[in-house]
Structures are given as C-alpha cells and as structure tokens.
C-alpha cells in the first residue's frame, strides 16, 4: 500500500441497507478524515478522528458512524441506507488536525436506490 | 454561518494565464487551501498560506489577503492538462476545513 486507499471503488445500495465504506493508509497520519462530494457543493466533513481511539462529528453526520480502532484504518458505516446519501465519498488524512495538508484516497461512489 | 465564495466556472487558452478567486467568511483562520481535482479523481494539494502575500511554486501562485478575507490561485504558461476544479478551502479556528464548491477550469487550446 502507498498512501490511501478506500474501498469498494463503487457500489449500488438498496435503501434500507447496511454498508461500510473502507479506508486504510499507511503513511501513520494521526488524523483521518471521511467527506461527501455533491455536485455543485464544496466538500462536506461527515466525522473526523484527531488520533487513534477519537472520532468527532463534521458538518453532516446523521446516518453514518466511524470507528478508529488503530492509526491505519478509519471505517464509515451507513446504518440503514437512504437515497440521499447517494454521493461520492472520498476518505483523507492528514500528518495531525492543525494546518497541514489533507491527502485524499480514490474514492467511493455510491448510490442508493 | 461560514462561507466560502469561488466561481463556478472559467475559461482560458492555452499558454495564457487565469486568476482564479476565493473570498471567504469563517470562524477564525488557521491558514488556506488550494486543491486540484481532475474530474473523476480525489482532490490533491497544490498550496497553503497562512500569511499575507504571495507563495510561489513552478508554473502556480497563491496569494491572500486576511484583512480582506481574499485569495487568488494563478496559474501560468496554461497547459491542456490544467483542465481540472480548482477548490479553496479555509481552515476554521477549530482547524476544521471549509470548502468552497470549486472552480472548473477550461483549458481551450
């Protein structure tokens, strides 16, 4: 592994459904980060984690939830799926929470139906 | 509310230069941000500025102005491959990052 990854590249979801997005990077950032990507909007931080055994809410959590058991691996789970989480999903970390820069994994596109 | 204000679209020939604009209004500032996002692709950096005046790096400049609550990416010698949205984001006093909704740039040759 070099840098970010996320898994799966893209998924379709039926409503209702419970799915987990992957995220694991190996360049021991202490803080990692999951946003949503919509068109015609700016990048939207659903949680965050300042360092491993922390997670914190963004600006539109409901509906998902992480989990940041090590450094490496930093989970979004979708409970139960609706159509309006139907977005591009792009995991990042960064070396710590204050000002330095984000790196971005691949992203997820998923779409609820 | 915090808001970050860039245009949605601009188009340049290639081989010319384009200013590409960023105001913003947020909580506090802990520096900002320029990403480039190639459609289809994550977004990757390109700058940081966390005081007044210009940074320079190759063929691309950022700038900002605090006390306006202004920045500018410029990009020059335009190449095809600058075809891309160019993002702003500002980093709040909680070091949370505010984005803008990105600015699409055309390169026509």
């Known amino acids: 592994i070099a840098g970010i990854t996320q898994a799966p590249t893209s998924q379709i979801l039926a409503a209702g459904r419970r799915m987990t997005l992957r995220c694991t990077q190996d360049?021991?950032?202490?803080?990692m980060y999951w946003y949503r990507q919509d068109l015609g909007l700016g990048l939207r931080l659903i949680h965050y984690?300042?360092?491993?055994?922390?997670?914190g809410k963004g600006e539109v959590p409901d509906g998902y939830s992480v989990s940041r058991a090590n450094t490496d691996d930093f989970p979004l789970t979708l409970a139960s799926a609706v159509p309006s989480q139907t977005s591009v999903y792009f995991c990042?970390?960064?070396?710590?929470?204050?000002?330095?820069?984000?790196?971005f994994g691949p992203g997820t596109r998923l779409t609820v139906t | 509310g915090q808001n970050i204000d860039q245009p949605t679209e601009m188009t340049a020939t290639e081989g010319a230069i384009v200013q590409i604009n960023c105001t913003y209004q947020?909580?506090?500032?802990?520096?900002l941000f320029w990403y480039q996002q190639h459609a289809g692709e994550a977004p990757t950096f390109l700058s940081y500025?966390?005081l007044d005046g210009l940074e320079e790096k190759g063929r691309f400049s950022s700038f900002l102005s605090r006390s306006k609550g202004y920045s500018y990416l410029l990009l020059k010698e335009l190449q095809m491959k600058d075809s891309a949205s160019y993002l702003c984001?500002?980093?709040?006093?909680?070091?949370?990052?505010?984005w803008g909704a990105g600015t699409k740039l055309i390169i026509k040759p």
């Open positions: 990042a970390s960064s070396l710590d929470r204050g000002a330095s820069e984000q790196y």
């Open positions: 360049m021991r950032h202490n803080a």
């Open positions: 984690s300042n360092t491993a055994g922390t997670t």
């Open positions: 947020t909580s506090g500032f802990n520096g």
């Open positions: 500025n966390v």
């Open positions: 984001a500002v980093s709040d006093s909680n070091y949370q990052l505010i």
